[in-house]
């Protein structure tokens, strides 16, 4: 059973940084793409990172434009998680976190097949 936990989540004033983790169980991902999305209250969920594997032994990333230069995408094979470096929160950073995995090499963010329960951030002004 494939499995998907986010931790790291919490409180933090406007201007500080989180460290958000995704453990995966059940299988490993470091050849497929995984990433973060996240849902703030009374308002869709939406894409903020995507790791995926260059096909050797690199990676790349991609981020959605209101993140960019403040996050960082990660993984840890070794561990099989994947993390999610927040710098320079803002309080419209509040949200659900939620991270996804998919299941082919070339798999999109909109059809990633398996994901976590979520973690809250709640960024103060």
């Known amino acids: 059973q494939v499995q998907l936990v986010e931790s790291g989540g919490g409180l933090v004033q406007a201007g500080g940084s989180l460290r958000l983790s995704c453990a995966a169980s059940?299988?490993?991902?470091?050849?497929?793409?995984m990433g973060w999305f996240r849902q703030a209250p009374g308002k869709e969920r939406e894409f903020v990172a995507v790791h995926r594997w260059s096909g050797d032994i690199t990676y790349y990333a991609d981020y959605a434009d209101s993140v960019k230069g403040r996050f960082t995408v990660s993984r840890d094979n070794t561990k099989n998680t994947l993390y999610l470096q927040m710098k320079s929160l803002k309080p419209e950073d509040t949200a659900v976190y939620y991270c996804a995995a998919g299941t082919v090499i070339t798999s999109l963010p909109n059809e990633f097949d398996y994901w976590g329960q979520g973690t809250q951030v709640t960024v103060s002004s």
């Open positions: 059940g299988r490993t991902f470091s050849r497929f793409p």
